[in-house]
């Protein structure tokens, strides 16, 4: 398997291709990452651990050129046959997140005349359904590609949610796609309890970015929980663009001595952290991890502006738990933690095994099984045929309009998915 990426910097998508590499090394298959960006700019632990179990290559190993030509424009740059050939030489299929990865993907095995499968993962949920028709041409080919031209075997959604998702919006059935679970979890051995120490520690995990809304509202939880004198800590883990933003609003609040930006979480501490907190709000893969020690864990709806959400994720786990509008009942964040203080030793006991009950179909084993039935599929026969040189203008152009267009739909893509949700 290859997959293609940019810079394995410290994310859930990033972690999953981590664990993935390590779960097939396990299992003496092969595995290689072809990483576009430079090596300095990843993560130095995930890119040192991903080494253990997986071939690194960078776009030099295998084009022609610059190394700053062949890392942009790897669509175009001439490619080494014979460096090209080793180095793919026991992949039998390929996986991306992004549509020009997924067409580079396309390109190599075309060049090698193997037919390898390539396969997209939907790793968030509008990743192509923003702007709707309102995308630049490459944008849309990359989604002609995807959704018109792949099998639909080759569509990994993840989730039955997700794949409802796209059935509306794109008005396919995606009938033969794929919806098994992200592998996140190891199966492991964990000693509960139903202690509570003062004070409440509170913990989320992610990118601060834009859609994940409770890094916000949960400082506004926090100063009403302790001006009802509840004894509460919030630790937020993680960086990003909104950081200073969050860190104002705490500020404002008066609450640095309550609430703290602690920075990136080191891929290899996260059990060892998280294990030590009461509560864990968030969603994406970090939210599997933290049930996976037993930490209650509270469902941080994303692009939710009010501190609600479905409860706690051991109660919504067959769902696309993270995504706003579902037919499900929201809570109250304030009213959940609440109850959470207010239960029996013996409850909260429940409530922690409920949560490691929960996760057994996240596990890597269970995940890579059914991703190594994916190289099976037969990729049509017909070339997908496109001006590659017109492609990376048009990219080009976007990427110019989005920096200085404020009204760029990539830019407003959240706002806009949410009056394109009420369609």
């Known amino acids: 398997m290859l997959f293609i990426y940019g810079t394995l910097s410290v994310g859930g998508i990033e972690t999953f291709f981590v664990r993935m590499a390590k779960e097939r090394f396990h299992k003496n298959l092969h595995t290689s990452i072809l990483l576009l960006s430079k090596p300095e700019r990843s993560n130095d632990e995930l890119l040192s651990e991903i080494k253990k179990y997986a071939s690194v290559i960078y776009p030099e190993d295998i084009f022609y050129g610059f190394s700053f030509f062949c890392r942009r424009f790897p669509l175009l740059s001439p490619v080494k046959p014979k460096a090209l050939l080793d180095k793919l030489m026991k992949v039998d299929q390929i996986h991306a997140f992004d549509g020009m990865h997924a067409l580079l993907g396309y390109r190599l095995s075309q060049i090698l005349d193997r037919k390898l499968p390539v396969t997209i993962g939907f790793y968030h949920y509008i990743k192509y359904l923003w702007g709707g028709g309102n995308v630049a041409w490459h944008e849309k080919l990359n989604r002609d590609f995807i959704f018109n031209y792949l099998p639909e075997k080759s569509l990994l959604f993840f989730s039955e949610g997700n794949r409802e998702l796209y059935i509306k919006h794109k008005k396919q059935e995606f009938g033969e796609s794929n919806t098994f679970r992200l592998g996140v979890i190891d199966k492991k051995e964990v000693a509960l309890s139903g202690d509570l120490i003062t004070p409440l520690k509170i913990v989320a995990v992610g990118r601060l970015v834009e859609f994940k809304t409770y890094n916000f509202y949960m ?205």
Request: glycine share 6%; charged share 30%; net charge neutral.
């Open 219 to 423: 400082i506004d939880v926090v100063k009403k929980l302790i001006d009802k004198g509840i004894d509460v800590e919030f630790d937020i883990y993680g960086d990003g663009p909104l950081k200073q933003q969050i860190q104002e609003k705490i500020k404002k609040a008066n609450l640095q001595d309550k609430i703290l930006l602690k920075g990136t979480l080191d891929y290899s501490k996260f059990d060892t952290t998280i294990a030590n907190y009461d509560l864990f709000i968030g969603s994406g893969t970090a939210i599997i991890q933290a049930s996976a020690l037993g930490v209650p864990c509270i469902v941080g709806v994303e692009n939710m502006i009010a501190p609600k959400t479905y409860g706690y994720f051991c109660d919504v786990w067959q769902h696309e738990y993270n995504l706003k509008g579902l037919d499900l009942s929201l809570f109250k964040v304030e009213d959940i933690i609440h109850e959470f203080i207010s239960m029996e030793k013996k409850q909260r006991l429940e409530l922690k095994q409920k949560h490691l009950n929960c996760i057994v179909m996240f596990t890597n084993e269970s995940c890579q099984n059914s991703m190594d039935e994916l190289k099976k599929i037969e990729m049509p026969q017909a070339e997908f045929k496109y001006n590659r040189f017109f492609y990376i203008i048009s990219r080009g152009i976007d990427v110019i309009n989005i920096k200085f267009n404020k009204k760029h739909p990539r830019v407003t893509q959240f706002e806009d998915f949410k009056r394109f949700e009420k369609q």
